[in-house]
């Protein structure tokens, strides 16, 4: 899993995002977390795993309006990132979600939040 999370950032560094060796790797982290779920389908896939806790890749086409193609790109995107995991069962892949790469942007934005609450109103 950290493999797939180096390439990411890696890629992420090296696909347009500029000037991120000025930023932590923290920064980067979440950047790229961000940048994977800045798409409705794939926020529709995490929600759909969500329910279902695990399933099979053509579930997830059978529930969107996309086609396999666009969806298996999508998911290549989520697990990419670490916000999925995927296993082979015979001839499919099964999904879920890696809980641990959601919760460390669940805190961040959990983060965001308390700061927020606690701030005085400025504008």
Known sequence: MDN???????????????????????QNSIAMLAKAI????????????????????NDIVDELPLSQPTISQ???ELKTAG????????????????????QKLVSYLENISQKIT?????C
């Open 38 to 57: 800045g798409h409705p389908a794939r926020v529709a896939i995490i929600d759909y795993l969500l329910k279902k806790d695990q399933c099979i890749c």
């Open 74 to 76: 999508h998911l290549k």
């Open 118 to 122: 606690n701030r005085n109103k400025c």
């Open 4 to 26: 797939y999370r180096n390439i990411a950032i890696l890629n992420y560094k090296l696909m347009g995002a500029s000037k991120t060796e000025h930023y932590t790797e923290r």
């Open 83 to 102: 916000l999925i995991k995927g296993n082979i069962d015979g001839n499919s892949i099964c999904y879920c979600i890696n809980q641990i790469t959601l």
